[in-house]
T-cell receptor, first 116, second 114 residues
Framework: EAEVAQSPRYKITEKSQAVAFWCDPI?????LYWYRQILGQGPELLVQFQDESVVDDSQLPKDRFSAERLKGVDSTLKIQPAELGDSAMYLC??????????????FGPGTRLTVL | AQSVTQLGSHVSVSEGALVLLRCNYSSSVPPYLFWYVQYPNQGLQLLLK??????LVKGINGFEAEFKKSETSFHLTKPSAHMSDAAEYFCAVSRSGSARQLTFGSGTQLTVLP
């Protein structure tokens, strides 16, 4: 069964360091989402891509976060510099196309980030 | 803007008892509604979804939910809890439209007691 792949699964870093997370969506899925899930809360959308274009990054803290999906397939989320408050689970999801009918979002296993 | 409220951050039931997890939504347009389950250190798995067809929706693992517009609710139920149901459950809402973004509730941790 096709799955969304994410790496690394766990990352420990010190504040002010740079970190990067990688996501490989299900083959053929045009829409890719990055979510941040703080412990004890629900996921919150950071950025949404349609192919290689950003559809919505209104909740992405652009002073330190960046995301790219250069060839419209896999994606990288970067934080530089990391802050203590960035400790969270970072989830990637993909769906076929965010069009006029519903398309299910499939989630990867996430990357657990701890900033010391 | 749409939002969901999950009543009860922790719910405990005995094995074999009814599971009821509550979710109320707020949306200015007809919503799509979802329940996801998350096991420790894993991603989210879709349990079921309401997309304006039948108001009683059946999902995986014996779960079901009923969309009640008059009560703006979408509560999740299962007749008989199993130990393997212990997990965190999230209700989410999405607008019909091109963006398809999900807005999640804060989650309910379900504990199943032997």
């Amino acid at each position: 069964e096709a799955e969304v792949a994410q790496s690394p699964r766990y990352k420990i870093t010190e504040k002010s360091q740079a970190v990067a997370f990688w996501c490989d969506p299900i083959s053929g899925h045009a829409t890719l989402y990055w979510y941040r899930q703080i412990l004890g809360q629900g996921p919150e959308l950071l950025v949404q891509f349609q192919d290689e274009s950003v559809v919505d990054d209104s909740q992405l803290p652009k002073d330190r976060f960046s995301a790219e999906r250069l060839k419209g397939v896999d994606s990288t989320l970067k934080i530089q510099p990391a802050e203590l408050g960035d400790s969270a689970m970072y989830l990637c999801a993909s769906s076929l196309v965010a069009g006029t009918s519903y398309n299910e979002q499939f989630f990867g296993p996430g990357t657990r980030l701890t900033v010391l | 803007a749409q939002s969901v409220t999950q009543l009860g951050s922790h719910v405990s039931v005995s094995e074999g008892a009814l599971v009821l997890l509550r979710c109320n939504y707020s949306s200015s347009v007809p919503p799509y509604l979802f329940w996801y389950v998350q096991y420790p250190n894993q991603g989210l798995q879709l349990l079921l979804k309401y997309t304006s067809a039948a108001t009683l929706v059946k999902g995986i693992n014996g779960f079901e939910a009923e969309f009640k517009k008059s009560e703006t609710s979408f509560h999740l139920t299962k007749p008989s809890a199993h130990m393997s149901d212990a997990a965190e459950y999230f209700c989410a809402v999405s607008r019909s439209g091109s963006a398809r973004q999900l807005t999640f509730g804060s989650g309910t941790q379900l504990t199943v007691l032997p």
